[in-house]
């Protein structure tokens, strides 16, 4: 089973800042695996980024994720107030179980 | 605009059964893979179980198999979770969500593309 580690637990940021999230996996992955999603309280989860890098429909390009092998980031270039929210990395692999890493709060600071 | 819309939760005593539903408004239903996601209170997202299409192919994580049932209507464009054995640590919002793929020149993409909003199961006596 791969482990996906979100890093750090919780980010604290103005609007207007640059968000970066890690997620390491514990060994090596395909980047078409890898995705990252929102979620704001109370809400379901929002698909953001597929393939490690590609954009879903309806994300704004402040929005980017990159890596390959076992590190992967997200990036938020400027920070808007509907971006406080959490965000986790997922594995979706050739065979379950499909991982998602422990998630990282992104704060108001 | 596809929507998934889950029902069937509610409080349930342990050692006991629920069925949850999850109703897609989707023609296209029966050509997607079909999951069940879960979040126990103040948790993050763990992944509970999965279908294929035609409903040949079924998986399960570890800490529901032989408890959870996975299967799928696609006349009624809708996947069903029979959840039996219930304990306290089933205890969470399930969500219902449907595998998207993108295939390129050197990849095949997957994830989880669209989501329901959820239904809680609260496992207590």
């Known amino acids: 089973e791969i482990v996906l580690t979100q890093s750090p637990g919780t980010l604290s940021l103005a609007p207007g800042e640059r968000a970066t999230f890690s997620c390491r996996a514990s060994?090596?992955?395909?980047?078409?695996?890898l995705a990252w999603f929102q979620q704001r309280p109370g809400q379901a989860p929002r698909l953001l980024i597929f393939?490690?890098?590609t954009r879903a429909t309806d994300v704004p390009d402040r929005f980017s994720g990159s890596g390959s092998g076992t590190d992967f980031t997200l990036s938020i270039s400027r920070l808007e107030p509907e971006d406080f929210a959490v965000y986790y990395c997922?594995?979706?692999?050739?065979?379950?179980?499909?991982?998602f890493g422990q998630g990282t709060t992104l704060e108001i600071k | 605009e596809v929507q998934l819309v889950e029902s069937g939760g509610g409080l349930v005593q342990p050692g006991g059964s629920l069925r949850l539903s999850c109703a897609a408004s989707?023609?296209?239903?029966?050509?997607?893979?079909m999951h069940w996601v879960r979040q126990a209170p103040g948790k993050g997202l763990v992944w509970v179980s999965g279908?294929?299409?035609?409903?040949?192919?079924?998986d399960y994580a570890d800490a529901v198999r032989d408890r959870f049932s996975i299967s799928r209507d696609n006349s009624k464009n809708t996947v069903y979770l029979q959840m039996t054995s219930l304990r306290a640590e089933d205890t969470a919002v399930y969500y219902c969500?449907?595998?998207?793929?993108?295939?390129?020149?050197?990849?095949?993409?997957?994830?989880?593309?669209?989501w329901g909003r959820g239904t809680l199961v609260t496992v207590s006596s």
């Open positions: 060994q090596s992955v395909r980047s078409g695996s």
């Open positions: 969500t449907r595998l998207g793929a993108r295939t390129t020149v050197t990849t095949v993409m997957r994830y989880f593309e669209l």
């Open positions: 279908i294929e299409g035609d409903g040949s192919r079924t």
């Open positions: 997922q594995h979706y692999g050739r065979a379950p179980p499909y991982t």
């Open positions: 989707d023609v296209t239903f029966s050509n997607y893979w």
């Open positions: 393939g490690a890098s």
